[in-house]
């Protein structure tokens, strides 16, 4: 509740002003806050339509030309880019990076919300402890484990198998992820679990019944931050797939642009947008639950 | 009140540690007195990697096929990436005891891979399994590290200077002829600059490039490095090499920040420059980036002809992991990509003029390929000893010369603080 009260704060100075000369006011406020809002926005933006626009430039036009238009529009460089690499085509960079990212959502999904009802309603013995190691492994920074990591899966016989990406998804060994959900479930009023329990639910039905409903903007939330993050990891897949065959889109796409070699900047440009696709558009579907879900969590208190 | 219940969360540290239990020592080293040609009834699957483009991609994959086809029991996994990410992924590897069997490699990092024993020593396999009379006696000793042959050169290139005619009559003068006096060089970047109006440039300021330090320093008589890897040159002298350019970069050279416009082109690919100098196989990129018919390459400066400054570098070598598990076969996969004259068909080039007799047979190269060869042979009284294997960290010393050359050439630093951060930066790179 405290939260919300400071949010009409920031109305009321305005109130008495706008009784008296409404119109004029508030046109002269919007349009400012218009020109304001459509600058910010051709910045932020100029970037992003940059490489839309130059994905449509022939590949000797970069470097020659500067300029946001393409002097000789063509779509080679999405033709080149579809027919693929070293034989391999392109929808299967596409499909791997889709089951990474699937795989990514769901082995998250399931596991840190278990881990997380584990350390928010489970009195087992050493929990601050576990609870403080699990914050921990927030603070090491990735390149520390890398090489022991590797070690390990190397060891498995699973390097150039998808589970060196995968299975850490499974265990709950993202820590924020668990930390997000943990404090979920911790302002979920335990009643409702007592009264589950009364009614002669185990931990199985108390979990899957009430609290996962209730969890469910903080699932949304690790979901997508969850598929966009492996569709991105860029380090993980370079180091434990070696196949060709098996390379997400972040690797396939480092491929049309070695330096050492000839460059193809056209082509690079063009796949680098069709892999934004995806992740758009799913951000665009879920982004209400995005928010939806940031705003709840800030409302529990 | 609730029944405990074993935590979930526990598991997975469980089987954390039950994978750490179950590490075992990793890497092995590679014998070097073996030899001889694989077992051809023995079933081996060898991992090759390298970096490129999907050019070159495509090259590989028709050369493993016919390698596949006359070692019907040797199958080969053929992996590639960029070149940062190629490193990046390699140094895990090593440190992780995965490399794989056999490996495309950079000249810069051998010192490094070979003095930890990565590398497995080829020396037993020459003349048994391995030909490597077929190369230049001076060439084949860059892949040698304290008389152990660790890796084989694909091709070669040396430093030259290129040229873009299109450039050139867009000005209305004439090329460079090649070989002259440095002075003379910058004279002729200036009265290009000059007949253009400005349109475009002679060149690139060269001082931002290390190599032509070492080209001005081995016209001296000596290199960049010592044989015991330390910096064989002063402060002083460094401070002097950058200044000389203040001139050029006045009036003759593009501005440092029209060079950062057109990045990741270069001023040469990017049309705006008549000359530039650089490694003889960035034929191929160049003609790519500035979409130009054709290109020429001349000999750099030099201040006294009859010195031998140039040098072959290996554009690429091939090694052998001195983990693998078969190195008769990994050898002969490397015989067959060196020496083949049907592996010099299907790259001509790309990787290099090739540096096996036999391969540059079959390459039967034409066009610019053949220009590049043809100016490698006009330069062969020019070519001298290359220097020793490059230090380890060579590459980010030389990328630290480059961000300093850039830095002077923007007027944000001056050629002595310049030199004094070179010789910091050195100092932590060498370990000195």
């Known amino acids: 509740m405290t939260t919300i009260e400071t949010n009409p704060t920031a109305v009321p100075p305005v109130q008495p002003v706008r009784k008296r000369r409404q119109t004029p006011r508030k046109t002269a406020a919007t349009v400012v806050w218009i020109i304001g809002i459509v600058v910010l926005t051709a910045v932020v933006l100029y970037p992003l339509m940059w490489m839309i626009s130059a994905s449509f430039k022939p590949s000797s036009e970069f470097g020659s030309n500067q300029g946001f238009l393409p002097e000789n529009p063509t779509v080679d460089n999405f033709v080149k880019v579809m027919e693929g690499v070293a034989g391999i085509p392109t929808w299967k960079f596409f499909w791997n990076s889709t089951i990474l990212g699937v795989g990514a959502v769901i082995g998250t999904v399931i596991s840190s919300s278990m881990a997380a009802y584990a350390f928010a309603r489970l009195d087992f013995k050493g929990r601050p402890l576990f609870f403080t190691m699990m914050i921990g492994t927030l603070l090491l920074p990735f390149h520390v484990l890398i090489i022991p990591q590797y070690m390990i899966f190397r060891n498995l016989g699973m390097v150039d198998t998808f589970f060196p990406l995968l299975v850490g998804k ?9 930390f997000l959900m943990v404090q979920f479930i911790r302002n979920l009023p335990k009643e409702l679990d007592e009264a589950a329990r009364i009614d002669g639910c185990g931990h199985w039905r108390i979990f899957w019944s009430i609290t996962v409903p209730l969890i469910k903007p903080a699932l949304i939330t690790s979901s997508i931050f969850a598929f966009i993050w492996s569709w991105n990891d860029f380090l ?7 196949s060709p065959d098996n390379y997400p889109l972040p690797l396939a796409l480092r491929v049309f642009n070695d330096q050492s070699s000839a460059s193809d900047y056209g082509a690079t440009v063009a796949i680098s947008v069709l892999a934004l696709l995806p992740v758009m558009l799913f951000f665009v579907i879920f982004q209400r639950f995005l928010v939806d879900g940031v705003a709840t969590q800030g409302l529990k208190g | 009140m609730f029944k405990r219940i074993s935590p979930r969360a526990g598991s997975g540290v469980a089987v954390t540690l039950a994978a750490a239990l179950m590490l075992t020592a990793c890497g092995g080293s590679g014998g070097g007195d073996a030899g001889g040609t694989p077992d051809p ?11 490129g483009n999907e050019d070159r991609a495509e090259r590989y994959e028709k050369a493993i096929a016919l390698f596949e086809e006359e070692n019907p029991n040797i199958d080969v996994n053929g992996t590639f990436m960029d070149f940062p990410a190629y490193w990046e992924k390699r140094q895990t590897e090593a440190a992780g005891g995965g490399l794989p069997d056999v490996m495309q490699f950079d000249y810069s990092y051998l010192r490094q891979y070979g003095q930890n024993g990565l590398l497995l020593d080829l020396t037993g396999f020459e003349g048994d399994g391995l030909t490597t009379d077929s190369i230049d006696e001076t060439l084949l ?14 091709g070669y290139n040396a430093w030259s200077l290129f040229e873009n005619p299109a450039v050139l009559e867009q000005a209305g003068v004439e090329g460079y002829e090649g070989g002259t006096t440095w002075d003379d060089y910058d004279a002729y970047m200036a009265s290009v600059t000059e007949a253009s109006g400005g349109e475009v440039y002679g060149g690139t300021d060269y001082t931002m490039r290390i190599q032509n330090f070492e080209l001005q320093l081995r016209q001296e008589g000596r290199d960049l490095f010592t044989e015991e890897g330390e910096i064989n040159f002063t402060q002083e002298e460094l401070a002097e090499f950058w200044s000389s350019a203040e001139d050029i970069r006045e009036n003759a050279v593009i501005p440092a920040r029209q060079l950062e416009e057109v990045a990741p082109k270069s001023g040469f690919g990017a049309n705006l420059t008549a ?20 290109l020429n390459i001349v000999a750099p400066p030099t201040s006294d002809p009859s010195v031998q400054d140039l040098y072959q570098k290996p554009s690429m070598l091939h090694a052998v992991s001195a983990g693998t ?21 299907i790259f001509g080039a790309t990787l290099g003029v090739p540096a096996s007799e036999t391969a540059l047979e079959g390459a039967a190269l034409e066009g610019p390929e053949l220009e590049v060869k043809e100016y490698l042979d006009s330069v062969a009284d020019r070519i001298g000893e290359p220097p020793a294997a490059p230090v380890v960290g060579y590459g980010a010393l030389e990328n630290t010369f480059l961000t300093l050359g850039t830095s002077i050439g923007l007027g944000a630093i001056t050629p002595e603080e310049a030199a004094q951060q070179f010789f910091d930066e050195a100092a932590v790179t060498l370990g000195s």
């Not at chain 2, 009834?41 to 970096?51: C, G, K, P, S, Y």
């Not at chain 2, 000793?141 to 694909?154: C, F, H, M, R, S």
């Not at chain 2, 000359?275 to 054709?294: K, P, Q, R, V």
């Open chain 2, 41 to 51: 009834n023995e079933e081996v699957t060898l991992n090759f990697t390298w970096w």
């Open chain 2, 141 to 154: 000793a860059t892949g040698k590290l304290e008389d152990q042959t660790l890796a084989v050169p694909t």
């Open chain 1, 170 to 178: 499974f265990l709950a060994t993202e820590a924020f992820f668990v």
């Open chain 1, 236 to 242: 993980g897949p370079l180091l434990y797939l070696n």
């Open chain 2, 275 to 294: 000359t530039e100098m650089t490694w003889s196989n960035f034929m191929g990129g160049y003609l790519g980036d500035t979409g130009a018919e054709d």
């Open chain 2, 325 to 345: 598990e078969h190195p008769e076969a990994a050898v002969a996969f490397i015989e067959f990509l060196i020496n083949s004259p049907e592996v010099g068909e």
